[in-house]
């Protein structure tokens, strides 16, 4: 507990499993529930040297502190940037299979979530995702759901059909680029991971790890974000 806030969702286990074989010459590893130890969203950063995408993002500090306060319950891994950074540049391909970029979401808030058919947390927590689509999305919000899959477009297609998610765009990234470059950045230990980006593309907030996406305490989280 930090300052009064557990980082961790009541009752949940932590554990870490790693997936047999091998994805595309990379271990494949999922995450089960938080971490107090999660500080992904945190990055050390010379002032300085800081680029204008930079001080732009991490102006809106506050914001990202006001998400860290409302990150309990079900949603209490999420931990706020310190500080908001850029991410406009991270690649994955469009629900209509085009190339594209957080930049091409400009407008509109973006809960992103990195997902696999192999990770069963992932699994797990794609209709809980799908729900909160069905319930905030819109023009101001969106829920993008990135398949990371390798491989074709066959096994992630019927997953979805099978447990009915439709709320969802199709969005992908078959070659695993978008994760380790999340990787690289300090931001994904595994899979699920997850990213709260505001309409200017800067990230606010992340964690790795599934959550309750459909619960009361993701939707306040997701007000406090506005």
């Known amino acids: 507990m930090a300052n009064g806030?557990?980082?961790?969702?009541?009752?949940?286990?932590?554990a870490v499993a790693v997936v047999a074989g091998m994805i595309a010459g990379a271990l494949g590893v999922y995450v089960m529930g938080g971490s107090s130890g999660n500080n992904a969203a945190q990055v050390a950063v010379d002032e300085t040297s800081m680029t204008a995408e930079e001080k732009s993002c991490a102006a809106k500090q506050e914001r990202a502190d006001a998400i860290d306060g409302a990150a309990r319950g079900e949603v209490a891994a999420m931990m706020g940037a310190k500080p908001p950074r850029p991410l406009q540049d991270l690649k994955f391909n469009s629900p209509e299979g085009k190339p594209m970029s957080?930049?091409?979401?400009?407008?509109?808030?973006v809960l992103m979530n990195l997902w696999a058919t192999w990770c069963a947390p992932c699994r797990q927590e794609m209709p809980a995702l799908n729900q909160l689509q069905q319930e905030l999305g819109g023009d101001t919000f969106e829920v993008v759901a990135v398949n990371v899959d390798t491989g074709g477009d066959e096994k992630p297609k019927a997953f979805l059909e099978e447990t009915g998610v439709y709320a969802l765009g199709y969005y992908r990234d078959s070659t695993l680029g978008l994760f380790n470059d999340l990787k690289r950045k300090g931001l994904a230990m595994g899979l699920p991971v997850t990213l709260l980006i505001d309409e200017d593309g800067c990230m606010l907030a992340a964690m790795n790890g599934p959550a309750e996406w459909a619960s009361e305490d993701a939707k306040r989280l997701i007000a406090a974000a506005r």
């Open 102 to 109: 957080v930049a091409d979401l400009s407008g509109k808030m």
């Open 5 to 14: 806030k557990l980082h961790l969702p009541t009752g949940r286990l932590i």
